[in-house]
């Protein structure tokens, strides 16, 4: 079951707005999207979180039209249907604000489904790729990728973090449903 405020709340931050100028702009962010259909580019919902010397810095989500069908399949995974998307922007009109958060950025996504509806929703909408580097947090993640995030984050706490997602329940696929996990892992919760 879906909680009805979550797709009435305007987007955290203002759409085209990036973090504060007073913050530094984040080490990495982590994305999720969720789409309305088996079609990849029909991004139904986007939210991104940046993070900096773990601490969150950067809050970004809203709903999308995503021009296209949705599947009770997959409404029933999210709980977005049509009516929740009626007047919202669709992909090509915050493509900008979007490439603006990940771009030459460190982006995390889970098992880089992410990744492949961002870059079909930009070929779709006849937009350019968002160039990001691209980390799964699928499992080995940490493995794979420690290399390329020492760079970013400490890896003592990249440690903990992991630790703490093997001992949580899978949480429900949905971008506000991931989104928080990251924030509370993050703030040490």
Not at 88 to 101: E, G, L, M, N, S
Not at 108 to 116: E, I, N, Q
Request: negative net charge.
């Amino acid at each position: 079951m879906s909680d009805p405020m979550l797709f009435s709340a305007p987007p955290i931050t203002e759409p085209g707005r990036l973090e504060d100028e007073a913050i530094a702009p984040p080490d990495f962010v982590v994305v999720d999207v969720e789409t309305a259909c088996s079609r990849v580019s029909s991004i139904c919902q986007i939210g991104v979180v940046g993070f900096r010397d773990g601490t969150e810095v950067l809050a970004y989500e809203t709903l999308v039209d995503p021009c296209d069908d949705f599947s009770s399949f997959n409404t029933r995974i999210h709980g977005i249907s049509s009516d929740h998307v009626i007047s919202k922007p669709t992909f090509a009109q915050i493509h900008a604000v979007i490439d603006r958060h990940l771009a030459g950025r460190i982006t995390v996504a889970h098992s880089l489904f992410d990744k492949g509806a961002l870059a079909s929703a930009c070929r779709v909408h006849d937009r350019q790729p968002i160039e990001t580097t691209w980390l799964d947090s699928a499992p080995g993640f940490y493995e794979r990728s420690a290399a390329l995030l020492a760079k970013a984050v400490d890896l003592r706490q990249l440690e903990a973090e992991r630790s703490a997602v093997e001992r949580s329940e899978p949480a429900p696929k949905r971008s506000a449903g991931s989104l928080p996990r990251w924030r509370g892992l993050h703030r040490g919760a």
